[in-house]
């Protein structure tokens, strides 16, 4: 049900500054139905048309999550290195300094 309403609410108010947390959100629907595929896709959504959002920083960290859950640790440790790269004072920097993943 939440999956329908994010997607009616994106589709019926695109312009809308809650678009950014309506789609963040969309992915983590997908996600909590363990959908891993789709909500990496939801979340590059975020990623890709929002950069300024302050859902980025989420969005990044849950699409590698999601990537390790899949177990392409390779893709995961490229998103979690971005997140650490352009957002290395957020909590989900935080969190992914915490995994042990190695930048080049």
Known sequence: MAI???N???QSYPK????????YWL??????????????QEF???IRDFPDSPKVPSALFK???AY???GDTK?????????MTKHPRTREARLARERNIRCR
């Open 4 to 6: 329908a309403g994010f």
């Open 8 to 10: 009616t609410y994106i």
């Open 16 to 23: 809308t500054s809650l678009v950014p947390n309506a789609q």
């Open 27 to 40: 992915g983590e629907a997908y996600y909590s139905q363990k959908n891993y595929a789709q909500a990496i």
């Open 44 to 46: 590059d959504v975020v």
């Open 63 to 65: 699409q590698g999550d």
């Open 68 to 70: 390790l859950l899949l």
């Open 75 to 83: 893709r995961a440790t490229t998103v979690l290195c971005e997140l």
